[in-house]
Each structure stands twice: as structure tokens, then as C-alpha cells.
């Protein structure tokens, strides 16, 4: 069996929260503008010809930066305008912008959504109609993107799954590059080396939920959660914890930050272990906090796991095939001894 050791203190949880359940409503009246600049604005770039359709441009390599909560940002346009620096969420359901830079863009309020987040309640939320947005060779036109106040969302937006659920994701984070790819049904994974993990998921509103994890033998679904710095867990997950004396620490209070800009009191302690199809994480730091992005997922009473980037990043590469519900785990092998620093810069420790 191989294991994964994860050594990590308590830090400040800024996770971008999962988004689901949007529905449309009344209008509302337009906030007041603000002075800041767009975040994560850059210079010129070239775009990919929009009149192309999309089967014509794909597949295509897109670079990606890691910020300092690790998780992964891409350049897009909006509108014709940009680059501008988004997450790439695959915990979210719709693609998000930052209300600077809807009202910089001078874009058109759409209808309100109701969302759900890391928060206890759904929340409803101003939304922009963006005409255009794009990534190298992928764009999505047009559509209401529910708006946030963008020192919340970490970026100037977040693209979500309604932005990939009919491709397929390869993140290689050894060379911290992305493809997004075409798929079809019955397509082979990508990744076929020989200690690679290949775990069926189920289809929740666009989310992949894997259900082949478990904890002291007992059977936990999780969500695989690109836009959370950690991982956050029901409070099913944290009675099994706390029942199978599953810590490895005590269990502390501590804060997480919504997309909303709310403060979101949880509980937080490490997992001694975790076992993935085989393969074991150990000393997992998670966070425990009654979301209702679990109750609209439908994971609200059986213990369920946001899996973030403190513990996907752990892996060589990941393929996530939304269309063929599909998750590759590759894991780390003699190579990543050649390439210790992303281990020691981030306090882990591996053992095979």
C-alpha cells in the first residue's frame, strides 16, 4: 500500500467556496461602484478566433500560476478585454466574477442567483451577463455570472464547471501547466502509469463525488475541489472522526472565509489517515463547517469531504474526465526525488 504523509500546521483557511444551486429571481438594483482596480488585471494577449468552433481549437495547453494558497489561476478575456486572472474551480458550479471588474467592464445586470456556499445558508447573489468569456481556445457565451467582491474570491473570477463539463482537465503540477481537452464517452484515461489511481465518480450538478475513500473502514464521498486551498468536511464527517478517535490533533476553532466576504465559525483537526482506492493520506489538516453546499449537493447526513489543493497537489498529475465521471491520480514516483522542492517548500513529507 502506499502512503501519502502530510505534515502541515494550522493556517488561516481562505478556501474559495463551492457554488451550487443557482436560481434565477428578481433583479437587483446595481451596487455602488468601486475605485480599486480589477484584480489580477494584465497586459494584452491574443485571443483565440470566437466565429471557430470549439472542436477546431481543442486541445490546447493552457499555463497555469499558483497563488499563495496554491490554487490554480488561468488568463481569460471577458469580453474582449483582458487578460484577467481567474481560479479554476471545479468545486463551483457556475463561473464567477469579481464585481470590480463587472462594473470597470460596464457589464449588464442579470438575474439574481441563489447560491449555496461554505456558509450555513444559501445566499442570493447580484449577477453580470458576460457576453464572452474565454480561455485559449474555450470560451462560454453568453451567460449570468453571479458577482462577489473580489478580495473575497481571491482573483478577478472563478471558472467554473459549467466552463468544463464536457472536457476533460490533465493538471500536471510538476511542470504547473493544464490541458483541457476533448472526451467522449468510453474514452481511455490519459494517464496510464502503472501506480496511477483511477476512481469512478458520480455526477452531482456538474461536480464529480468519488465514493470509493475511506476512514477507519467506514465510506466517504468527496468532491474534488480545485478552488479550496484545504479541505472542508461536513459535520458527518467530523462525528466519524471524532466517534473513531480519528484526529491527530485536538480539535481547535477556527474561521473560514466565504466567498460573500462572511465569516464562517468551524472546527478544524487533522485526519490521521484517509485511504483513496489503496492509497493512504496521512495527517490531512481539514476543516469542519455545517455548509449548505452539502445539503444541495445531497451530502448533508453521511460524511463527505471537499478534497482541496494541500492534498491534490500532493499528486504528480490529475485527470479529471467530467463527461466519462472519471478521476486519475498519478502518484509521485522516482522523479519527484529529483524535485524536492515543492515537497519541503510546502512542509510535507513522502513516503513510499
Given at each position: ?12 483557511l481562505?478556501a474559495?467556496p ?6 434565477p ?12 482596480e ?17 472542436e ?13 494558497t ?20 471545479t468545486?463551483?458550479?457556475?463561473t ?6 463587472a ?7 442579470g438575474a ?6 461554505i ?8 449577477s453580470?451577463?458576460?457576453?464572452s468569456?474565454?480561455?485559449t ?26 466552463m ?23 474514452a ?11 476512481v ?9 463525488i ?27 464527517l467530523m462525528?466519524l472522526?471524532a466517534?473513531?478517535?480519528q484526529?491527530?490533533v ?19 483537526t487533522?485526519i ?31 460524511p463527505?469531504?471537499l478534497?482541496g ?8 498529475r ?25 515537497f ?9
Amino acid at each position: 500500500m502506499t502512503s501519502i504523509a502530510v505534515r502541515s500546521p494550522f493556517w488561516a483557511l481562505l478556501a474559495a467556496p463551492l457554488l451550487v444551486g443557482a436560481t434565477p429571481g428578481t433583479p437587483a438594483p446595481p451596487p455602488a461602484p468601486e475605485t480599486r482596480e480589477a484584480p489580477g488585471q494584465a497586459g494584452p494577449t491574443s485571443v483565440v478566433d470566437p466565429t471557430l468552433p470549439i472542436e477546431e481549437v481543442t486541445p490546447f495547453v493552457q499555463p497555469f500560476d499558483l497563488d499563495a494558497t496554491r490554487r490554480m489561476s488561468v488568463q481569460v478575456m471577458v469580453e474582449g478585454q483582458g487578460p484577467f486572472s481567474f481560479l479554476v474551480d471545479t468545486g463551483a458550479e457556475r463561473t464567477v466574477i469579481a464585481r470590480e471588474l463587472a462594473d470597470r467592464l460596464g457589464l449588464s445586470l442579470g438575474a439574481r442567483l441563489r447560491l449555496s456556499t461554505i456558509s450555513k445558508n444559501a445566499t442570493s447573489a447580484t449577477s453580470y451577463r458576460v457576453a464572452s468569456l474565454q480561455m485559449t481556445g474555450l470560451h462560454l457565451t453568453p451567460f449570468d455570472a453571479p458577482a462577489f467582491a473580489g478580495r473575497h474570491i481571491g482573483a478577478a473570477g472563478l471558472i467554473g464547471v459549467d466552463m468544463l463539463e464536457d472536457r476533460r482537465l490533465l493538471i500536471d503540477f510538476r511542470r504547473e501547466k493544464m490541458d483541457i481537452l476533448q472526451t467522449k464517452r468510453r474514452a481511455r484515461p490519459l494517464i496510464r502509469d502503472h501506480d496511477a489511481i483511477v476512481v469512478s465518480a458520480r455526477n452531482s450538478a456538474g461536480r464529480l463525488i468519488l465514493s470509493d475513500a475511506r476512514i477507519d473502514g467506514r465510506r466517504v464521498d468527496i468532491v474534488v475541489d480545485t478552488g479550496a486551498q484545504s479541505s472542508v468536511g461536513n459535520m458527518a464527517l467530523m462525528k466519524l472522526i471524532a466517534a473513531r478517535r480519528q484526529n491527530s490533533v485536538p480539535f481547535q476553532p477556527t474561521m473560514l472565509g466565504a466567498i460573500t466576504g462572511e465569516d464562517v465559525p468551524a472546527t478544524r483537526t487533522s485526519i490521521k489517515r484517509i485511504t483513496i482506492e489503496g492509497v493512504d493520506i496521512n495527517d490531512l489538516p481539514v476543516s469542519f463547517a455545517d455548509a449548505a453546499a452539502f445539503t444541495a449537493l445531497g451530502l448533508d447526513e453521511r460524511p463527505a469531504l471537499l478534497l482541496g489543493m494541500d492534498s491534490l497537489s500532493l499528486f504528480d498529475r490529475i485527470e479529471i474526465d467530467f463527461p466519462n465521471r472519471r478521476v486519475v491520480l498519478d502518484m509521485p514516483d522516482g522523479a519527484r526525488r529529483d524535485t524536492p522542492q515543492r515537497f519541503a517548500s510546502a512542509g510535507w513529507r513522502q513516503s513510499l
